[in-house]
């Protein structure tokens, strides 16, 4: 799997995640987390399908509200609910 995630990492400019399980979530912050290591600085999508990744990207804020993260951590997740939108805000 981490080879997989290597592969990403050198073939494209974006990471979108799309409403999953746990297997999702890790994926999910582990490329956050190497963003954050300066690995890469790719942004990444999540495509928020009927408020999925709401209460996700709520718990982010508030942990950039309490210092917790970095609000720069923050600011690499793009939300949106459709994947038009998505490409328009990418």
Not at 16 to 41: C, D, M, R, V, Y
Not at 51 to 59: E, H, S
């Amino acid at each position: 799997m981490h080879d997989r995630i290597w592969k990403m990492l050198d073939n494209y400019d974006v990471f979108i995640a799309l409403p999953g399980g746990i297997g999702t979530l890790e994926k999910i912050f582990q490329i956050a987390s190497w963003a954050q290591l300066n690995i890469h600085q790719k942004s990444i999508g999540l495509l928020n399908v009927d408020g999925f990744f709401n209460k996700l990207l709520t718990f982010l804020d508030q942990a950039g509200e309490e210092n917790s993260i970095p609000h720069s951590a923050r600011h690499i997740f793009i939300s949106a609910s459709t994947a038009e939108e998505m490409i328009d805000k990418l």
